[in-house]
């Protein structure tokens, strides 16, 4: 069953790599999406059935599968809104997912440091729902009193 969850998760978040592949070839963040994606699912299936009892390899499949995470949002974000470098969501995450992977590696216990962790992780969230509700507010203006 757990296999089966992490199969389909990893299909999941491979389809924004696969759409900016198909749509732009030569583009680095999809073929990285599709590289840190397949490396995170084979290091979780070997951490599910293989039963490995070592903190470094579940360390380095936390980080292996948060940087599959971040570098497939970071796709979608470059498939929906062309060039992802500058957008404040994609530095948000990228930030975030710095701080977690070494916190992961380092094995910081420090509590401050992990409040930073958080703060930053919800001013990603507060980004992404800044985007929908400026995206619904113009299509509630175009649906409604753009006739």
Avoid: N
Avoid at 6 to 17: N, R
Wanted: charged share 10%.
């Amino acid at each position: 069953m757990l296999t089966t969850l992490v199969l389909a998760a990893y299909f999941f978040t491979s389809l924004g790599p696969v759409w900016l592949a198909q749509r732009h070839p030569a583009s680095v963040v999809a073929r990285a999406g599709l590289a840190t994606g397949a490396a995170a699912l084979m290091l979780l299936l070997t951490g599910i059935w293989g039963t490995p009892d070592s903190d470094a390899f579940w360390k380095s499949t936390a980080i292996v599968t948060l940087l599959g995470l971040a570098v497939a949002y970071i796709a979608v974000v470059e498939l929906r809104q062309g060039r992802s470098a500058h957008r404040l969501a994609v530095k948000t995450v990228a930030l975030a997912v710095l701080l977690a992977c070494l916190g992961i590696a380092a094995g910081i216990k420090w509590p401050p440091y992990w409040w930073v962790f958080t703060l930053v992780a919800i001013a990603w969230a507060g980004v992404l729902l800044a985007q929908a509700l400026l995206f619904l507010g113009r299509w509630i203006e175009t649906r409604f009193h753009g006739r």
